[in-house]
């Protein structure tokens, strides 16, 4: 090609394509347009529209609920999941390494995995107290377990050549575990911590719902006893936004720890 045609090339106005888009900006803006529409379409007041939502939360900001109950939820967050995560780390590494923690502990972590973590919630009542125990003891339920199993199955995957080299040099129990098979399963226990952290929010919120009415709990549970589909909705708004910032959080932890870990190649299809 001449130096002309590529000039001409150069200058030439590129063609939009929907690759080029991103993705996440316009899927929000699809899913805000749908709510919008059938809201109005919907005409009751179960399902109100987007617009009726965010000033309902408006309202309530400016009166200052939210802002009251959301740091009440936030401390209840952060202990169950602080918990959660050095037991989690703890007894998933004491799993995943040594056969005999796993077959002594591994029966009850699975079947308290499975069990419903809302049914405790009486026992953590009559034992704690109508107050913030009872609630991060719920938290702690919901999140801990998944933590567990996934740094269990993390340690275990190490590459038993890694292990046998690190010994093969002289290196200790400790310095197997701290230097070769915690940074080999690092992406993957981070993976149970992201899901952890998920369902920590979920513990939040029926811990405060069905325990003790405090925080957003308390805001849904006075809302939805009023029918006020609004309130509800703009709260339910709030719990998102509170998930979606644990889990941001958590992902940028997990880049600072990962990040010697070489990127995959995925389409961009």
Do not use: C
Request: no cysteine; glycine share 10%; proline share 4%.
């Amino acid at each position: 090609m001449s130096v002309l045609a590529q000039r001409r090339a150069a200058r030439a106005p590129r063609q939009l394509s929907w690759r080029r888009l991103p993705a996440a900006p316009v899927s929000l803006a699809v899913g805000a347009a749908a709510w919008e529409l059938i809201g109005h379409l919907a005409g009751g007041s179960f399902f109100p529209p987007l617009s009726t939502v965010l000033a309902r939360l408006a309202d309530m900001t400016a009166g200052g609920l939210i802002v009251t109950s959301l740091g009440d939820s936030l401390v209840n967050l952060a202990l169950g999941f602080a918990i959660s995560l050095v037991a989690g780390l703890l007894t998933g590494v004491a799993m995943g390494r040594y056969r005999k923690v796993e077959a002594a502990l591994g029966v009850y972590v699975y079947a308290l995995l499975t069990a419903p973590s809302l049914v405790f919630a009486p026992i953590f009542f009559s034992l704690l107290g109508e107050g913030r125990g009872s609630i991060v003891a719920v938290v702690v339920m919901y999140a801990m377990f998944v933590i567990i199993i996934n740094t269990a199955s993390a340690i275990q995957s190490v590459p038993a050549h890694l292990v046998e080299m690190a010994r093969s040099y002289g290196a200790s129990e400790g310095q197997v575990l701290l230097r070769v098979m915690l940074p080999a399963a690092a992406p993957m226990i981070m993976a149970g911590v992201r899901l952890g952290v998920g369902r920590a929010v979920t513990g939040m919120i029926n811990g405060e719902m069905f325990i003790a009415v405090v925080g957003l709990g308390r805001i849904v549970t006075q809302a939805g006893g009023r029918f006020d589909s609004a309130s509800v909705l703009a709260v339910l708004l709030v719990i998102i936004a509170v998930a979606l910032g644990a889990v941001a959080l958590v992902q940028a932890v997990d880049r600072r720890i990962t990040r010697w870990v070489p990127k995959t190649t995925r389409g961009d299809r």
